[in-house]
């Protein structure tokens, strides 16, 4: 049976482009390049989310600062191996892109979602049920989302509230599907030298998510609307 991975790990994005574009690697002598876009929040805030691109989908004069698009892609994962350790990084991978008056193409109204992301995966670690010291419940969850040639994405993921408390018994192995939106946050990480570094995470802050029962009888958890908007 054929798998569509599209389906399992499909994302839109529409934001503003904020960096130049840097080379990343090259497969094949097909060259891939590295770009940030701002995507607003409900509440007027910014994530800043990184892009992966072939040199196939644009040309020289496109990629510039300022400039609206609207990406539709893949949210992966790989690893890269920096001072002798493995680090977990994350990117939006574009499939299609779209630019200003070419945007229009896509956008089915003018209340287009600007970031959205639907996975269907694994849960491959326990997840972390926690409180923060304002009393909001949060669970951390690592999902397994299968893509072609044997390869997986692990993404990050948080759910809020009654998420949260759904999520702290799902067992390990577990298939769900989420639907939620990509969001960065900026955090300190100490060194053992005591040097501080301030760095990025990404993850995938939940909306909606419900368990795929073998039995296609799916048990659903939504998140409420204040927790969806932060």
Request: with cysteine.
């Amino acid at each position: 049976m054929s798998t569509n991975y599209l389906e399992s790990n499909h994302l839109i994005l529409v934001g503003k482009i904020t960096s130049d574009k840097k080379f990343s690697h090259e497969i094949y002598g097909e060259k891939f390049y590295t770009f940030d876009v701002s995507v607003k929040r409900l509440s007027e805030s910014e994530d800043i989310i990184p892009i992966t691109i072939s040199e196939r989908l644009f040309t020289n004069n496109e990629l510039k600062v300022g400039t609206k698009v609207v990406v539709e892609g893949q949210f992966r994962s790989y690893n890269s191996y920096e001072n002798g350790k493995n680090r977990l990084v994350l990117t939006v991978f574009a499939k299609d892109i779209k630019f200003e008056q070419g945007a229009e193409e896509i956008e089915p109204s003018k209340d287009l979602i600007s970031n959205e992301v639907i996975l269907d995966g694994f849960i491959c670690k326990k997840p972390i049920y926690r409180k923060t010291p304002f009393g909001r419940e949060i669970a951390d969850i690592l999902l397994a989302v299968n893509r072609a040639y044997n390869k997986s994405d692990y993404i990050p993921c948080i759910a809020w509230g009654r998420n949260a408390r759904f999520c702290e018994n799902i067992e390990v192995g577990t298939e769900v599907k989420i639907i939620g939106r990509v969001q960065s946050r900026k955090y300190e990480k100490k060194h053992e030298d005591g040097s501080i570094e301030e760095r990025v995470a990404y993850e995938v802050s939940i909306g909606s998510m419900e368990i795929i029962e073998k039995n296609d009888n799916p048990q659903e958890s939504k998140i409420d609307e204040k927790a969806e908007a932060m």
